[in-house]
């Protein structure tokens, strides 16, 4: 099995500062698979908890390089729910890199374990009859600091639900529980490791450079 590492994040650096630099990406160091994967963008704070700036990726399998330089750009810069990510901000980022393994329908929607899986779920909206899906990654709800109840109805909001929740509803909804490997990597640390790997530090257009 494919783990998420070191360098499949450093790729998704590289791509972004080539985007801000009009520039091509060094080629990746990490070899080619088959997995769903997500990359997710968090502003570090001084004092504070990480800030989400962008989160997107994909459940079905696709080529990792691929999908992990698409999806590098896709997050930071077209996440709808935040403005795209500047080339100034690139110092004060985090970059995680998920790859998704392990998918089983869960018996009922409280089959899961908080911590452990991320869940994907579907339903039917009962005032519309609409089909609603939405996904949470394994990290979520722990950090959240939800019960498998609370994960759950925030993922019927998330998936665009506004009705009333009951319990019925709750049983009705099918859920796909999976697991991940992951690996964060702060710019400080992608810095010491284009350093360590190709001899100097990066450098982006319009950012001063910082000294690590």
Known sequence: MVAANREMAAYCFDTLVAHYNSEDAPPPAF????????????KVVIGGEPRLRGCIGNLEAQYIITGFRDYALTSALRDR??????????PTLECTVSILTDYETANHYLDWEV????????FT???NNARRSAT???DVA??????????????MRKAGYSGHITESLRKSIRVTRYQSTLFTLTYSD????VRETRGAAPSINGVKHVNH
Not at 31 to 42: A, I, M, R, S
Not at 150 to 155: C, H, N
């Open 115 to 122: 911590g452990k899986h991320g869940l994907i779920i579907e």
């Open 136 to 138: 949470y990654l394994p």
């Open 190 to 193: 992608y810095v010491s490791y």
């Open 125 to 127: 909206d009962p005032n």
């Open 81 to 90: 729910r935040f403005p795209p990510i500047q080339a100034k901000e690139l």
């Open 142 to 155: 722990a950090h959240e600091g939800w019960t498998r109840e609370e994960a759950i109805d925030s993922l």
């Open 31 to 42: 070899d080619e698979g088959q997995h769903p994967l997500f990359v997710t963008w968090k």
